[in-house]
């Protein structure tokens, strides 16, 4: 099913993010993973992609599973940092034969020390590439709420962005952040420049003490005072912080469902306990009318 088809919906509700396996050997328990957070009933479901298209295989197999299986919607993350037209021809071709409608077009991480070398030099031209070869596809973009992390300024970040969108995005899903006051001025700005597709906030549960360094070094995210202490008082007590992290993310998202928007996406980290914990602390309010 087209995401297009379904947004805006209207109503109040989650979508989810899980990441495909490195290797096959590990494909069987982030497929359990996979399958226990579909049955919660998000929206939709997004699937990763390996680094430079390593993964592509477990994304669009993981991605076909959760369609078949779930009925449910699902966005497949594609990359084009390195490939060619013709290995892009190909991905794309074989999510069209596995019944997938969805593709989140990403540039993708630069591998170090290395030239991108590939035939899409960015993100824009891969989104432009598959609106003009397979107009059917919906496509998702990426977006930065604080700013790209290579961009020079928020002004050419914006003129960028809309640049994409205007290529062929049918929507865009953030980056994560933890201070729902970058968003809304975020969302303020992009209007003013004439994007006007939806816009899906990104919300990571951070549920470890571990998981901060590395989730702030791939978001470039400001972490609010706010944050800070709860990380300070319960990081070195697992289960607090897991309750704590969990708490903050479905306090964010009570926020910015209050303020309007309709669809929050979760980057679950393939963990149904914090999905579903989420979901729990959500009841009542997903699928009320917006």
Same mark, same amino acid.
């Not at 013709?86 to 794309?92: A, L, M, R």
């Not at 824009?124 to 020079?152: K, M, N, Q």
């Not at 970040?157 to 865009?172: H, M, N, S």
């Given at each position: 099913?087209?995401? =297009?088809?379904?947004?805006?919906?209207? #109503?109040?509700?989650?979508?989810?993010?899980?990441?495909?396996?490195?290797?096959?050997?590990?494909?069987?328990?982030?497929? $359990?993973? &996979?399958?226990?957070?579909?049955?919660?009933?998000?929206?939709?479901?997004?699937?990763?992609?390996? +680094?430079?298209?390593?993964?592509?295989?477990?994304?669009?197999?993981? &991605?076909?599973?959760?369609?078949?299986?779930?009925?449910?919607?699902?966005?497949?993350?594609?990359?084009?940092?390195?490939?060619?037209?013709? *290995?892009?021809?190909?991905?794309?071709?074989?999510?069209?034969?596995?019944?997938? %409608? $969805?593709?989140?077009?990403? @540039?993708?991480?630069?591998?170090?020390?290395?030239?991108?070398?590939?035939?899409?030099?960015?993100?824009?031209?891969?989104?432009?590439?598959?609106?003009?070869?397979?107009?059917?596809?919906?496509?998702?973009?990426?977006?930065?709420?604080?700013?790209?992390?290579?961009? =020079?300024? #928020? @002004?050419?970040?914006?003129?960028?962005?809309?640049?994409?969108?205007?290529?062929?995005?049918?929507?865009?899903?953030?980056?994560?952040?933890?201070?729902?006051?970058?968003?809304?001025?975020?969302?303020? @700005?992009?209007?003013? +420049?004439?994007?006007?597709?939806?816009?899906?906030?990104?919300?990571?549960?951070? =549920?470890? +003490?571990?998981?901060?360094? #590395?989730?702030?070094?791939?978001?470039?995210?400001?972490?609010? =005072? #706010?944050?800070?202490?709860?990380?300070?008082?319960?990081?070195? $007590?697992?289960?607090?912080?897991?309750? &704590?992290?969990?708490?903050?993310?479905?306090?964010?998202?009570?926020?910015?469902?209050?303020?309007?928007?309709? %669809?929050?996406?979760?980057?679950?980290? $393939?963990?149904?306990?914090?999905?579903? &914990?989420?979901? @729990?602390?959500?009841?009542?309010?997903?699928? *009320?009318?917006?």
């Amino acid at each position: 099913m087209k995401l =297009t088809s379904i947004i805006p919906t209207g #109503r109040l509700s989650l979508s989810f993010e899980v990441f495909p396996p490195k290797t096959s050997t590990g494909f069987a328990s982030v497929q $359990n993973a &996979a399958l226990q957070i579909a049955a919660l009933s998000p929206l939709f479901m997004s699937v990763t992609y390996g +680094a430079g298209g390593k993964g592509s295989r477990f994304t669009f197999g993981l &991605a076909s599973e959760i369609e078949r299986n779930a009925q449910v919607p699902v966005l497949a993350h594609l990359t084009c940092v390195g490939q060619s037209r013709e *290995s892009i021809t190909k991905s794309v071709e074989e999510l069209q034969h596995l019944g997938i %409608n $969805n593709i989140m077009a990403l @540039r993708g991480d630069l591998p170090e020390d290395q030239l991108h070398d590939g035939d899409f030099p960015h993100a824009v031209d891969l989104v432009r590439f598959i609106r003009e070869s397979w107009p059917d596809f919906c496509i998702g973009g990426a977006c930065y709420p604080e700013i790209h992390p290579e961009s =020079t300024d #928020r @002004r050419e970040d914006i003129r960028y962005l809309k640049e994409k969108v205007d290529a062929g995005c049918d929507f865009l899903t953030t980056q994560m952040f933890f201070d729902n006051t970058l968003l809304f001025h975020f969302l303020y @700005r992009i209007r003013e +420049a004439g994007i006007t597709v939806p816009v899906y906030p990104g919300i990571m549960p951070i =549920t470890s +003490a571990s998981q901060v360094d #590395r989730a702030l070094r791939l978001s470039h995210s400001f972490m609010p =005072t #706010r944050f800070k202490s709860l990380v300070d008082r319960f990081g070195s $007590n697992p289960e607090a912080m897991k309750q &704590a992290g969990i708490a903050y993310a479905t306090d964010q998202i009570i926020d910015l469902l209050a303020s309007g928007i309709d %669809n929050i996406h979760v980057y679950t980290m $393939n963990k149904p306990d914090v999905a579903e &914990a989420i979901c @729990r602390n959500l009841k009542g309010i997903l699928g *009320s009318e917006s």
